[in-house]
């Protein structure tokens, strides 16, 4: 069982930059497949980016390409979410889940969740 605590969220203006930071539990942080959602008020969660086991393979949603990066530490059990260029519908709760299956895409079931972080992009 590993456990997920996300953090970095909050509060930043149109067109800044936030880091997001998942940190998981256990010894086994390199077996899992690595994703970052979002849930907006109101809305049904969305996949936002992938990264495989060993992070040599990403992944992203059309509206985040070429703004966010997605990236993995193996050494200190954690997976990164770099925002560029933040706009107003960015705004959402930031979810990281970990599956044990490989693959990289936006449809494939995840075993394990975080509690969220907040980030909200005021225009």
């Known amino acids: 069982q590993v456990q997920l605590v996300e953090s970095g969220g909050g509060l930043v203006q149109a067109g800044g930059s936030l880091r997001l930071s998942c940190a998981a539990s256990g010894r086994t942080f390199s077996t899992y497949t690595m994703g970052w959602f979002r849930q907006a008020a109101g809305k049904e969660r969305e996949f936002v980016a992938v990264?495989?086991?060993?992070?040599?393979?990403?992944y992203y949603a059309g509206s985040v390409k070429g703004r966010f990066t997605i990236s993995r530490d193996n050494a200190k059990n954690t997976v990164y979410l770099q925002m560029n260029s933040l706009k107003p519908e960015d705004t959402a709760v930031y979810y990281c889940?970990?599956?044990?299956?490989?693959?990289?895409?936006?449809?494939?079931?995840?075993?394990?969740w975080g509690q969220g972080t907040q980030v909200t992009v005021s225009s």
């Open positions: 990264i495989s086991k060993s992070g040599g393979s990403t």
């Open positions: 889940a970990a599956r044990r299956s490989s693959g990289i895409g936006p449809s494939y079931d995840y075993d394990h």
